[in-house]
């Protein structure tokens, strides 16, 4: 047995770990549309965005992505937060008739 075959080789087909896009977690998206629409002023929304941002950055950072794609994920995550606020607020209420009570 020679000496090289006792050195680890490395693969070239290691895969890159991605995770899973923000923007398409759903659950996630509603959750955090959801509480943001029981948030009564502009202070304690602005804080409760704070605090979301800093937990997914922290995340992200985790997973080891660089700053760029952390702002991306960050940015479409709040951009599918905001069109499911915008999709709750306009949407028409459940168990009524939009024709009247006529």
Known sequence: MAADDL????????????????????GKVADV???????TTV?????YRDQVTHSILRRLEGYGLCEIERDEQL????????AEIT????????????????
């Open 7 to 26: 050195t680890p080789s490395v693969s070239p087909l290691l895969g890159v770990v991605r995770a899973f896009p923000l923007d398409r977690q759903k």
């Open 33 to 39: 549309a959801g509480k943001m629409l029981t948030k």
């Open 43 to 47: 202070r304690h929304a602005e804080q």
């Open 75 to 82: 940015h479409s995550f709040w951009e599918a937060v905001q």
């Open 87 to 102: 999709r709750r607020c306009y949407a028409p209420s459940k168990g009524r008739d939009p024709r009247g009570a006529a």
